[in-house]
């Protein structure tokens, strides 16, 4: 089985399309012979090398069958679109091969595109367990433990650096990868991760703020402690004026303690307040009142130290929740 003449047409639609249709041909036949595989890899890898059309090399990166080192070559083109289609390509197959290339390539993209790119092919990885342990520390600026495995590329801190970036993009698909980093439930990368994570809840763009909250929520609690500082309380209540955010909020303090005693003296500030704000028929909808109640009750029952902390007891805990739902 061999490709068509049409890969060697003059028309590069043509071109393309030959491509695809013999891709599809490997993909779906049980039968296709390794070497048919093989041939195909090198002619692919020939393509985008010398294909002059550059909408013809981009197609040849994003198939299946298109090799490792050619996706890795792809990073460091001075073609943005080829760069696009590698980092797509990545995605799609995520794999270990892929995550120091990757975290290379991070620091050393200089367009915000591609580079918010990046950033979610980094947290397919990470979902997937692609991407060792020691490679996520170096990326976060952990140093490498004594008698730990080193990785010799330069990744050291590039996650704190795209926390830090200018273009907002690139600040909130770190957001993602921070919340996922957190969610794996490595401790010593779980904490910096979170730590990063909490500057950029109080980040001046908004919408960067709001997509590290969103993040956040989607963490279950995790079996070591991870506090909520005080700023990152006050920073999270800020958004309960707008509706879209509340469920997420409500997630957030039922499921992190907090580290201090005037954290928990802030969010105690806010349950009552609601409370009094629902007493008085300020809440206008019924909608409204009950998404309010219920994200209130989440606080006071799931939030394990809120009582201990505030001195509550058991007796008063219910009083409380029974308050909020009459």
């Known amino acids: 089985m061999v490709p068509s003449d049409d890969v060697f047409s003059q028309d590069p639609c043509v071109r393309k399309q030959a491509l695809h249709d013999y891709s599809e041909l490997l993909a779906k036949d049980p039968n296709s012979a390794a070497s048919d595989i093989l041939s195909f890899a090198e002619l692919l890898k020939l393509v985008v090398r010398d294909d002059p059309d550059p909408n013809v090399r981009c197609t040849a990166l994003s198939l299946s069958q298109c090799p490792v080192d050619v996706l890795h070559e792809a990073l460091n083109s001075s073609d943005v679109e080829a760069r696009e289609a590698a980092i797509r390509a990545i995605s799609e197959q995520p794999h270990g091969q892929h995550s120091k290339p990757l975290l290379q390539h991070i620091p050393l993209e200089p367009n915000p595109r591609i580079l918010h790119f990046a950033l979610k092919a980094l947290d397919v990885l990470l979902s997937h367990n692609a991407v060792p342990n020691n ?10 433990t004594p008698n730990g495995p080193l990785d ?27 919340a996922t980093i957190v969610a794996k439930q490595e401790p010593v990368a779980a904490n910096e991760a979170f ?59 039922a ?12 969010l105690q500030t806010f349950v009552r307040r609601r409370l009094y704000k629902i007493a008085s028929g300020i809440v206008t909808t019924n909608r409204e009142l009950e998404e309010v109640q219920q994200g209130l009750v989440e606080i006071v029952r799931c939030n394990q130290d809120f009582a201990r902390v505030l001195d509550l007891r058991e007796s008063q805990s219910q009083k409380m929740i029974r308050l909020i739902e009459s």
């Open 135 to 144: 490679s996520i520390s170096r990326a976060l600026g952990i140093p490498p």
């Open 152 to 178: 010799a590329f330069d990744c050291e801190g590039v996650l704190r650096e795209c926390a830090e970036h200018e273009e907002h993009e690139v600040r909130t698909a770190t957001a993602e990868v921070l």
């Open 195 to 253: 730590f990063t994570l909490e500057q950029l809840l109080r980040d001046a763009d908004g919408r960067v703020a709001i997509a590290a909250l969103c993040a956040l929520s989607r963490i279950l609690p995790t079996q070591h402690e991870l506090r909520l500082s005080e700023k990152c309380v006050r920073a999270i209540l800020v958004r309960f004026s707008s509706p879209s955010t509340r469920a997420d909020i409500f997630k957030v303090l």
């Open 255 to 266: 499921g992190f303690p907090c580290k201090s005693l005037k954290a928990y003296a802030v």
